[in-house]
C-alpha cells in the first residue's frame, strides 16, 4: 500500500510503501516518524480503547449501586429512628397517665396510699402488735396480714379519720390449744404522702393489756372481723364515722 508525506524539513513530497514507521528524506536526509500504524496496533489501540471504557462503566456502576445502597440504609436508619422515638413517646404517655412514680398505686379508697407507703403501715403495725404481746414466746403465736379500714368523719371541718390495720393472729395456748383472733392497730388522721411517706397524729393498739397466765387472757381481741366492726360502731371517737375497707 502506498501514500504520500511531505516531509517537515524541506517540504519535499515524499512517496511511502510499506509499514514503515521512520523515514529519511532522499532530498534533505532529514530523518522523522511517519505516523504510520498497523492493523495490528491499531487493533490493539481499539482493545485498550474498549477495555478502558468498559472498566469505566463498571467502576460508574459501582458508584451508584453504592449510593442506591447508601440511600437504603439510611432509610432503615430513619425508619428504626422513627420507631423509636414512637416507642418512647408511647412509654412516656403511659408513665405520666399512671403517674409517673414507677410504683404502682393500691386502690384504697384513700388517696396516695401506694405500695411502699402500704408495706410500711404494716412494718410499724406488726411492731406494735408484737411489743404489746411481748409476754407470749413469738413461737407461739403467727401473724397474717388481714385487712384494713378507713373510718371518715364527713361532718366534721377537719374530717377527721381513723385507720386500722387489722392482723389475724393463730395463738398457741400454754396448754398446747389454739385460738384465733383478729389484733388493730389503728392510726388517727392518717395521711399518706406517697413513696412510704405518711403522717399520724397518733397510733394505738386496740385493745387492752391483761396480766393472767393463760395466754388466752393475755389481752382482749375480737374473735371476728365482724365485732371489730361492730365495736365501730359502738365505740365514741368512730360513731357515726363512714367506714371504706381495703383488702
Same mark, same amino acid.
Given at each position: ?5 511531505? *516531509?517537515?524539513? *524541506? ?6 510503501? @510499506?509499514? #514503515?514507521? #521512520?523515514?529519511?528524506?532522499? /532530498? ?16 490493539? +489501540? ?9 472498566? @469505566?462503566?463498571?467502576?460508574? +456502576? ?13 432509610? *432503615? ?25 414507677? +410504683?404502682?398505686?393500691?386502690e384504697? @379508697? ?38 384494713? /379500714? ?10 377527721t379519720?381513723?385507720? /386500722?390495720?387489722?392482723? #389475724? ?47 388466752? +387472757?393475755?389481752?382482749?381481741? /375480737? ?15 368512730t360513731? @357515726? ?7
Amino acid at each position: 500500500m502506498a501514500h504520500t508525506r511531505e *516531509c517537515p524539513n *524541506c517540504g519535499a513530497v515524499l512517496r511511502l510503501t @510499506g509499514d #514503515k514507521k #521512520k523515514i529519511v528524506c532522499e /532530498y534533505c536526509g532529514f530523518e522523522f516518524e511517519t505516523g504510520y500504524q498497523s492493523s495490528s496496533d491499531m487493533a490493539a +489501540q481499539a482493545e485498550r480503547m474498549a477495555y478502558a471504557r468498559r472498566r @469505566g462503566e463498571l467502576r460508574a +456502576q459501582e458508584e451508584v449501586k453504592g449510593r442506591r445502597n447508601a440511600r437504603v440504609a439510611l432509610g *432503615c436508619f430513619a425508619a428504626i429512628a422513627v420507631f423509636l422515638a414512637v416507642v418512647f413517646v408511647i412509654v412516656l404517655l403511659v408513665g405520666i397517665l399512671s403517674g409517673g412514680s414507677g +410504683q404502682e398505686v393500691v386502690e384504697t @379508697g384513700f388517696a396516695g396510699m401506694d405500695e411502699r407507703t402500704m408495706k410500711r403501715v404494716h412494718e410499724h403495725t406488726v411492731s406494735v402488735i408484737t411489743n404489746n404481746m411481748a409476754a407470749i414466746p413469738k413461737r407461739d403465736y403467727k401473724l397474717e396480714e388481714e385487712t384494713m /379500714y378507713l373510718l371518715v368523719a364527713e361532718d366534721t371541718e377537719e374530717k377527721t379519720n381513723y385507720l /386500722y390495720d387489722v392482723y #389475724k393472729g393463730d395463738v398457741t395456748r400454754s396448754d398446747g390449744t389454739h385460738m384465733t383472733v383478729y389484733l388493730a392497730v389503728y392510726y388517727k388522721n392518717f395521711h399518706s404522702e406517697g413513696n412510704g411517706e405518711y403522717t399520724s397524729d397518733f397510733i394505738m393498739w386496740e385493745g387492752h393489756y391483761l396480766s393472767a397466765g393463760d395466754y388466752s +387472757q393475755l389481752f382482749s381481741a /375480737y374473735e371476728s372481723l365482724e365485732d371489730l366492726e361492730a365495736a365501730f360502731a359502738e365505740n365514741e371517737r368512730t360513731a @357515726g364515722m363512714t367506714v371504706e375497707a381495703y383488702k
